[in-house]
């Protein structure tokens, strides 16, 4: 049979398709249930209407498919709140290289940077 653990593991190959980090990294993952062959996982979109929701539910199904023991995929797509948006954004940054200008890290939840050309 399968475990949570085991469908967590495969999850971390999922990766949210626009950011490129794993679903569960940025708190898309919502909750995860197993009984008896059927697997059912809860994913949180940003918005409801998502563009990307599809190919994330394939992706997700493709992950758990291989693993001994699923029988039946369940994908139950919801909606994050705004907590969980900017939880998200938050997430999304940590792991970015510092932004740099003229030798000094910029922290970019306090500065705005704008670039145009001379005349």
Same mark, same amino acid.
């Given at each position: 049979?399968?475990?949570?653990?085991?469908?967590?593991?495969?999850?971390?190959?999922?990766?949210?398709?626009?950011?490129?980090k794993p679903i569960e990294d940025l708190g898309m993952l919502q909750?995860?249930?197993?009984?008896?062959?059927?697997?059912?996982?809860q994913i949180l979109l940003t918005v409801a209407g998502c563009p990307?929701?599809? &190919?994330?539910? %394939?992706?997700?199904? !493709?992950? @758990?498919?291989?693993? #001994?023991?699923?029988?039946?995929?369940?994908v139950l797509l919801g909606e994050m709140t705004g907590d969980q948006?900017?939880?998200?954004?938050?997430? &999304?940054?940590? %792991?970015?290289?510092? !932004?740099? @200008?003229?030798?000094? #890290?910029?922290?970019?939840?306090?500065?705005?940077?704008?670039?145009?050309?001379?005349?």
């Amino acid at each position: 049979m399968v475990t949570e653990e085991q469908v967590r593991q495969a999850l971390r190959k999922v990766n949210d398709p626009e950011i490129g980090k794993p679903i569960e990294d940025l708190g898309m993952l919502q909750a995860v249930r197993i009984d008896d062959g059927t697997v059912t996982v809860q994913i949180l979109l940003t918005v409801a209407g998502c563009p990307l929701k599809d &190919r994330i539910d %394939s992706d997700v199904r !493709a992950a @758990l498919a291989p693993l #001994e023991g699923v029988r039946h995929i369940q994908v139950l797509l919801g909606e994050m709140t705004g907590d969980q948006r900017r939880a998200r954004r938050v997430a &999304r940054h940590q %792991s970015l290289e510092p !932004a740099r @200008l003229y030798g000094r #890290e910029l922290d970019l939840f306090k500065y705005v940077v704008v670039v145009h050309p001379s005349p």
